[in-house]
């Protein structure tokens, strides 16, 4: 089983920017089907980005040309730049192994997450 730790979370203002970092041990394989979700205290999670069968990122309408997701394997970690960040971006934010089933994102393990927060 995949051990994956968050971390990059902070204050920015609407507009800005933040990179996020989730580093991958453990199970190797399951570093390939890395994907993030959101969740705001007594909301549903909020899938946003979610590995296709190829290990290709597919990413939520919400995000999409705004946030990007990408990987360095050497380090077995993967990264979320989050650019044009909005008020409503505001979550804790998990990286975790999914795949998209059944026309959904299923995730399966997670880390402990990392709080995202825009206001000015």
């Known amino acids: 089983q995949v051990h994956l730790v968050e971390s990059g979370g902070g204050l920015v203002q609407p507009g800005g920017s933040l990179r996020l970092s989730c580093i991958a041990s453990?199970?190797?394989?399951?570093?390939?089907?890395i994907g993030w979700f959101r969740q705001v205290p007594g909301r549903e999670r909020e899938g946003i980005i979610c590995?296709?069968?190829?290990?290709?990122?597919m990413y939520e309408d919400s995000v999409k040309g705004r946030f990007t997701m990408s990987r360095d394997t050497s380090n077995f970690a993967v990264f979320l730049q989050m650019d044009s960040l909005k008020p409503e971006d505001k979550a804790v934010y998990y990286c975790?192994?999914?795949?998209?089933?059944?026309?959904?994102?299923?995730?399966?393990?997670w880390g402990q997450g990392t709080q995202v927060t825009v206001s000015s």
């Open positions: 975790a192994t999914s795949i998209w089933y059944g026309g959904k994102c299923e995730y399966d393990s």
């Open positions: 453990g199970s190797t394989p399951d570093y390939y089907t």
């Open positions: 590995s296709s069968a190829s290990g290709s990122p």
